[in-house]
């Protein structure tokens, strides 16, 4: 079911009031999960929580390699590939040396012992060779572009053509508040389902694939990971401003 609008510009004003740097945190919890870019909603944590002696968790699937990351501000990072990696099938870990260890939940499974893969080097079972060595063509082809730091950079450029677009127009809006918005994941909305489906539906025509907004938010959504080059962007909204013109 999709969100109604009013629902939505509710969830957003809801999320302005969390304060990231004060979460509440139980006792006894043994670590804070976060996911790093949610990609329904267009968010992502520009400011990483604080947990004290608490250890954070972050799902990073959809915006790893997109920019540097400070890993020593966690216990375990995880990406799956598929978003700026490689092909779906591959997954990523970067876990803190002293969380490698025996000390599991009792019954286990051998594969979801992180201590088992370790101490093979990764290879306990026959590995997906074949994604793991696109993988390695991903990571030679960002270092060839400057590493992480240029990602960041052309990423940044990329969304700021498209967000700076959605903040200046009468018709197309943007639902995150800026200091939270994703630099992968775009969403925004005219307010009129009749219109969106219209836009959906030219957009397609004209051949833009997958700008239907996830089923439980409606409205639009533009992906632009790491592959998305800015030619791809610029194009978007030159269309977006031709359909804002045409359907005043």
């Known amino acids: 079911m999709k969100m109604k609008l009013e629902d939505l510009l509710k969830h957003i004003e809801k999320l302005k009031k969390v304060n990231r740097k004060n979460l509440k945190i139980s006792d006894d919890a043994d670590f804070v999960y976060i996911c790093h870019n949610e990609t329904v909603h267009g968010l992502k944590y520009n400011d990483i929580p604080e947990t004290g002696d608490k250890i954070l968790v972050a799902d990073m699937s959809s915006d790893f390699l997109s920019e540097p990351v400070d890993v020593s501000k966690y216990g375990l990072i995880y990406a799956g590939a598929q978003k700026n990696v490689g092909p779906a099938g591959v997954v990523v870990v970067i876990i803190r040396e002293d969380l490698i260890t025996d000390d599991v939940i009792p019954g286990t499974p051998t594969m979801l012992k992180y201590k088992i893969h370790a101490d093979n ?3 306990y079972n026959t590995p997906p060779a074949y994604g ?14 400057g590493g992480l730091q240029a990602m960041k950079k052309i990423n940044e450029e990329k969304a700021s053509i498209l967000y700076d677009y959605l903040d200046s127009s009468s018709m197309f809006k943007g639902t995150v508040v800026k200091k939270d918005r994703s630099l992968m994941n775009a969403p ?4 009129r389902n ?3 489906a219209k ?5 397609k025509a004209e051949g833009f694939e997958n700008i239907k907004g996830h089923r439980t938010v409606g409205g639009m959504r533009t992906s632009i990971y790491n592959a998305m080059p800015i030619e791809g962007v610029k194009a978007l909204v030159e ?10």
């Open 132 to 145: 793991i060595y696109i993988c390695g063509k991903v990571f030679n082809w960002v270092k060839n572009k």
């Open 194 to 196: 009749e219109l969106d």
């Open 239 to 248: 269309f977006m401003k031709k359909f804002e013109e045409e359907n005043k």
């Open 199 to 203: 836009f959906i539906k030219e957009a």
């Open 121 to 123: 080097d990764s290879l």
């Open 188 to 191: 925004f909305i005219t307010g």
